[in-house]
């Protein structure tokens, strides 16, 4: 098993910055590649950025590319967002996920990952 938490969520103004951290423990050598995605309220669950697990390749959403950036710390076997330029289309709940299987195929669904934090809330007010 591999279980991840999620840190540093909140309220921000448009425009404004926030940094999320997730914490990884467990079975981490299982472990091919971290992911943070996010779900608004009545949406479903999508993705937001990816990196693998030695940090050096990074994938992005379209609509968060330039904004947002994805890296890992692999001392504290953590995986941080950095979300610049907030929009008030970014709030959600955002979620760490471990993907537990190796290939790049589907890496936007929620399926290829296997483990999953309890998610943080980032609300961005106008």
């Known amino acids: 098993q591999v279980q991840l938490v999620e840190s540093g969520g909140g309220l921000v103004q448009a425009g404004g910055s926030l940094r999320l951290s997730c914490a990884a423990s467990?079975?981490?050598?299982?472990?091919?590649?971290m992911a943070w995605f996010r779900q608004g309220p009545g949406e479903d669950r999508e993705f937001v950025a990816r990196?693998?697990?030695?940090?050096?390749?990074?994938y992005y959403a379209d609509s968060v590319k330039g904004r947002f950036t994805i890296s890992k710390d692999n001392a504290k076997i953590a995986v941080y967002l950095q979300m610049n330029s907030l929009k008030p289309e970014d709030t959600a709940v955002y979620y760490c996920?471990?993907?537990?299987?190796?290939?790049?195929?589907?890496?936007?669904?929620?399926?290829?990952?296997?483990?999953w934090g309890q998610g943080t809330q980032v609300t961005v007010s106008s």
């Open positions: 467990g079975r981490t050598f299982s472990v091919y590649a």
């Open positions: 990196i693998t697990w030695s940090g050096s390749n990074t």
């Open positions: 996920a471990a993907q537990n299987a190796p290939g790049l195929s589907g890496y936007r669904s929620t399926s290829r990952y296997g483990y």
